[in-house]
């Protein structure tokens, strides 16, 4: 046995007489011998089929061959392994350092046919692992394989139920546990490191094994980071440094809540004059519908082709900056995607700016009943311009923020400006939207005045994506698709580096006698006064769910939970504040402050939201009370002043006083006390 050191700090790899061994900083990273390899390669062709924006995936694997043989070689700052199979096969490792410092493993194949790779990183049976993206049925995703692609994320979610299985006789549009809209080659072990991988192909990160973690790439190459640090919070600190970091919200966000509102410019007054006169915080209007509808068999729908609708909206642009002087922000929609039947598409297919078939045609998607183009964000032209579409059609118009939602919808066939294949840019797709977004803020001045959130992220999101929310929820009680399931994925998101999260209060998609409840959303908009952002969808069929000014207790309700989101406001911009200097998200995870707590790694329904407040949202139907796991610590009931000391605990769970607790010795302690008078 032969160990090798070398100038990357904290590396050690150890030779035997037919394997190896590598550690970081005293992890054991990857176990290789002959009879158990850390590495396959093999040749496989992919077979993906898109049906709006739910993939059909499978692979034509031809080969599949464990490399059995390594030969190490030092150099200078770092080590080739030389992997082979006989004469024929091979691929190299190569073991380096990042320009910061970091472990980095670099994986290519030497035979040119092969074009997938699998490799197993050393695991211990006791180890949780988290992120993977936007993840909404599991949190520790220990014993499962997570297929990392972006597309819609389902109806349903989880193929055991009848909503899944009738959305998959419909239209193969039932989900499973693993569909997101965010997917990311991102984790973090518990050994207290992180792994990230650089490439956009499509990947499937499987945590079920006892001793390894097996990640394989539909791709020659891939390329991963590693960081150890002494906490989560330093290590999310070195994470985020990495994927860079969200900047703070502007000011008016935690002035109440943005109710989403369509019909027009009059219906908009109205409802706002109503909530008003009741009592509600209402700090903006969401108007998706501003630039006009398209009515389909799955409900009522945005015309895309992203310019002022004067017909549905008229005198809106004298109303904007009234509503403005009133304290009331005024935010539109928009994707990137271009009706086939309208005026903005014709433009951009006449400047060449559409991404083409294979024949070199247009390629249009079909989105649900309406076909749309796909801008061709590869082309620089194309980009910019799109860009302008921004500045001019929504920021200048006098917009305060935006939905930018899809992203996820490139299809694999699809023949792109900048020559790589669609299948690689595929994942990559819905950062560069982000980016889009982004430029048009900084490049106007408007970074910290105005807020766009999306639904579609991977890797570069984090420097881009201002605020995600967790796109379209059913309207039901659902763990894998209803309220349960925005938290889990709240807290994925923040150990993938993205700590600002929200989502529709009552959630969105109605279908199958579904109907949004009064309780639904009454329970919703308690859980979302303790999230970044507060925020109401009609939904998909509005007519078919409860309102927000569906009845006068309704009213009642929302004015009580924006007064307590409000009152909030120093405390949260505090933690949006710590967010974008350090990557601390706002809403965490237990363990990130009880490290030595077993059960907080366990919990992925209850949060703490910030430092100092612990928050166990109700998401079951009919309960007048809860009960939830407190860490050791002294903790007050934001309620009713009840002291706590730790451990599982049964509270009163009314409706407008979910189950929360704040910390005694906290800085902020006087503020959480005058909650009790709301």
């Known amino acids: 046995m032969k160990s090798h050191h070398n100038e990357i700090n904290g590396l050690e790899l150890t030779t035997f007489n037919d394997g190896f061994t590598l550690s970081y900083h005293s992890r054991l990273i990857l176990r290789h011998d002959s009879k158990a390899p850390c590495l396959w390669v093999g040749a496989g062709e992919a077979d993906i089929e898109m049906f709006r924006g739910n993939f059909s995936i499978k692979d034509k694997l031809n080969e599949k061959v464990a490399l059995s043989q390594a030969t190490v070689v030092a150099r200078p700052k770092g080590f080739d392994v030389h992997f082979t199979r006989g004469e024929a096969i091979s691929a190299t490792l190569t073991i380096s350092e990042d320009v910061d410092h970091r472990l980095m493993l670099t994986l290519k194949n030497d035979t040119p046919c092969h074009n997938r790779i699998w490799l197993r990183l050393a695991a211990q049976p006791e180890d949780h692992i988290y992120g993977c993206g936007e993840q909404f049925s599991y949190f520790d995703l220990r014993g499962l394989p997570f297929p990392l692609w972006t597309s819609e994320q389902g109806v349903g979610r989880n193929k055991k139920t009848h909503i899944t299985w009738l959305a998959d006789c419909k239209e193969n549009a039932g989900g499973d546990y693993y569909w997101t809209f965010f997917p990311q080659p991102t984790f973090v072990s518990t050994q207290k490191y992180y792994c990230h991988v650089d490439n956009s192909c499509y990947m499937n990160f499987d945590f079920s094994a006892p001793h390894f973690h097996e990640l394989a790439f539909w791709e020659d190459n891939a390329t991963l980071r590693f960081e150890c640090a002494p906490t989560y919070v330093e290590l999310l600190e070195k994470l985020t440094g990495l994927l860079g970091r969200q900047p703070t919200l502007p000011d008016w966000v935690y002035d109440g809540i943005t109710l989403g509102i369509q019909g027009g410019t009059e219906i908009c007054q109205q409802k706002i004059d109503t909530l008003r ?44 900056p009234q509503w403005k002087r009133e304290g009331i922000q005024f935010l539109t929609y928009i994707n990137p995607y271009v009706a086939s039947d309208r005026d903005l598409c014709a433009e951009a297919a006449k400047r060449g700016y559409l991404t083409k078939d294979l024949n070199g045609k247009d390629y249009h998607v079909e989105f649900g009943e309406f076909y749309a183009g796909v801008i061709d964000l590869t082309n620089p032209d194309a980009y910019d311009w799109y860009k302008g579409v921004i500045k001019q ?10 939905m930018a939602d899809f992203g996820e919808y490139l299809p694999t066939d699809t023949v792109l400006h900048n020559g790589v294949s669609a299948e690689i840019m595929h994942n990559a797709w819905p950062a560069l939207w982000a980016k889009c977004n982004y430029e048009a803020l900084e490049e106007t001045g408007k970074l910290g005045e105005i807020l766009f959130f999306m639904r579609a ?15 379209d929820q059913n309207v039901d009680w659902s763990l894998d698709d209803g309220l349960a399931s925005v938290i889990p994925a709240a807290l994925s998101m923040g150990m993938s580096g993205h700590g600002l999260h929200h989502s529709d209060i009552g959630g969105y ?35 078919d769910n409860w309102q927000f000014d569906s009845d006068a207790e309704t009213i009642a309700h929302l004015a009580r939970m924006t007064t307590v989101f409000t009152t909030l406001k120093p405390y949260i911009k505090d933690a949006v504040a710590q967010n974008a200097a350090s990557g601390l998200p706002v809403m965490r995870p237990l363990f990130l402050h009880y490290e030595a707590d077993a059960r907080a790694y366990t919990l992925k329904y209850q949060y703490l939201f910030g430092r100092d407040v612990l928050v166990a949202p109700v998401y079951e139907e009919g309960r007048s009370e809860w009960t939830l796991y407190l860490p050791q610590d002294h903790w007050i009931n934001i309620w009713t002043g009840e002291p706590h000391h730790g451990g599982d605990v049964t509270v009163a769970a009314p409706l407008g006083k979910p189950p929360v607790f704040y910390r005694a010795n906290s800085e902020w302690a006087s503020l959480f006390q005058t909650l009790k008078t709301i």
């Open 277 to 320: 006169r009741g009592g509600v915080k209402v700090n903006g209007i969401w108007a998706q519908d501003w630039s006009g509808i398209r009515m389909t068999s799955f409900g009522k729908r945005v015309m895309w082709n992203w310019k002022w609708n004067s017909e549905l909206y008229p005198q809106l642009d004298e109303r904007i």
């Open 393 to 402: 059609n929504l920021i200048a118009f006098g917009c305060s923020g935006w």
């Open 457 to 471: 992220g991977y890797t570069g999101s984090q420097k881009y994506a201002l605020m995600m929310w967790a796109g």
């Open 509 to 543: 998609t109605t279908l199958f006698d579904m109907k949004r409840s009064k309780e639904l959303l009454l329970r919703w908009c308690d859980f979302n006064a303790f999230t970044p952002m507060m925020r109401t969808h009609e939904g998909n069929r509005p007519g």
